[in-house]
Nanobody
């Protein structure tokens, strides 16, 4: 049974930092593309970042502020988020898809975590 568990969300002031983590079980981790989607109130889901093998991808508004990394030995992916802005406020979901391609659309990822809330506010 594939399971993704996110952690690390919370409340932070604008300009602050958070690190999200996604721990996976039930999969051969290095065979999977792992990504982060977010959904803000009243908006659709958008792909924030994704990593597959050595390739990583970022949503343009977060590029340079967020960094995704993976530790295949520990079955975990981190999303380091810096210079956070109020518009980064959303529920962040870890997603997984077998293969080495980072698809753009949420429906391409069959496995989702429960989500973790990130709130950027003063």
């Amino acid at each position: 049974q594939v399971q993704l568990v996110e952690s690390g969300g919370g409340l932070v002031q604008p300009g602050g930092s958070l690190r999200l983590s996604c721990a996976a079980s039930g999969i051969t981790f290095d065979e999977y593309a792992i990504g982060w989607f977010r959904q803000a109130p009243g908006k659709g889901r958008e792909r924030v970042s994704c990593i597959a093998g050595r390739d990583s991808y970022y949503l343009p508004p977060v590029k340079g502020r967020f960094t995704i990394s993976r530790d295949d030995a520990k079955n975990i992916v981190h999303l380091e988020m810096h210079s956070l802005k109020p518009e980064d406020t959303a529920v962040y979901y870890c997603v997984a898809r077998r293969g080495r391609l980072c698809y753009f659309h949420s429906h391409e990822f069959p496995t989702w975590g429960q989500g973790t809330q990130v709130t950027v506010s003063s």
